[in-house]
């Protein structure tokens, strides 16, 4: 298994309100899941506390990622590991290159895997090809991290730095952003072509549409801090027929 999350529950660093209420999720390799839910539900919290952001505190539960204990790592350390977060709205770097900044992160994932480093000239030449791959424009190479694209380029983007990391597991959240038709093209044709048998998804998501191009082979409902259902490619269209209330009440009628 790649990751076990059991049992998890985690609060605002902040406030102390408890966001998550006991989460339990597994994903092998080569997996691609789903999380929908409601507004509200807890699920770029969830993607937050994968990622290590500092805002969430975890106050019980385990998570273990590739045999390891992923509370015990910093952000950084998680991302050498093969934890890739695209989020929604990735942040600006002004004045730091694309280039600049892909090198410098491919790098320390080489370090961390024993490999040695890229030097500008390898870098020039393993970007090149990942470039024609994934249809990047040259130009957005040279430009600062994020500053002035469009929400399709950045979309492209994060698909392109996806490419390149060749991250164990990718977790996305598309939640709550416009993304128009291109840009969802751009991130499910982006993840049909980087899925690999030792390459794992998390794609939360409230389109319907993205996951009829993505086609996830197991679609999660989070709902109040928890997985309340789960089920095949299948859930996506009983969700988008029936809503989430039948699945809430009876979720409720539970408890
Ligand atoms: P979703 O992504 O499913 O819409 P979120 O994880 O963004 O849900 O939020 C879940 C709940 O936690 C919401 O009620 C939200 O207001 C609250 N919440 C999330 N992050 C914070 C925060 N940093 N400070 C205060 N409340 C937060
Ligand atoms: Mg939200
Ligand atoms: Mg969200």
Redesign the pocket.
């Known amino acids: 298994m790649l990751l076990n999350v059991e049992n998890l529950k985690a609060e605002?660093?902040?406030?102390g309100?408890q966001?998550l209420k006991g989460l339990n999720l597994q994903v092998n390799p080569g997996e691609v899941h789903a999380i929908m839910?409601?507004?509200?539900?807890?699920?770029?919290?969830?993607?937050?506390v994968l990622a290590g952001r500092e805002?969430?505190e975890v106050t019980e539960g385990s998570v273990d990622f590739d045999g390891e204990d992923l509370l015990e790592m910093d952000a950084e350390e998680r991302a050498r590991k093969g934890l890739f977060l695209a989020f929604q709205y990735p942040v600006e770097i002004p004045g730091v290159s694309n280039k600049l900044f892909m090198q410098t992160a491919l790098n320390a994932i080489r370090e961390e895997k024993g490999l040695p480093a890229l030097d500008m000239f390898d870098f020039d030449e393993y970007v090149q090809e990942k470039m024609e791959l994934m249809g990047m424009r040259k130009d957005m190479l040279e430009r600062s991290v994020n500053v002035g694209f469009s929400g399709g380029e950045k979309k492209r983007n994060d698909i392109f730095q996806m490419a390149l990391l060749e991250p164990k597991l990718c977790i996305m959240?598309e939640?709550?952003s416009g993304l128009d038709i291109d840009a969802l093209k751009v991130v499910a044709n982006g993840v049909n072509s980087l899925r690999d048998p030792n390459r794992s998804f998390i794609v939360?998501t409230h389109y319907q549409r993205l996951l009829d191009y993505i086609k996830p082979d197991f679609v999660h409902v989070?709902y109040d801090?928890k997985i309340v259902k789960s089920g095949g490619f299948e859930l996506v269209h009983e969700l988008e027929d029936q809503g989430y209330d039948s699945i809430i009440q009876s979720h409720e009628a539970q408890l």
């Open positions: 605002v660093a902040e406030d309100k966001i839910g409601p507004n509200g539900a807890g699920k770029s919290t969830f993607s937050s805002d969430y959240d939640t709550d939360v989070l801090g």
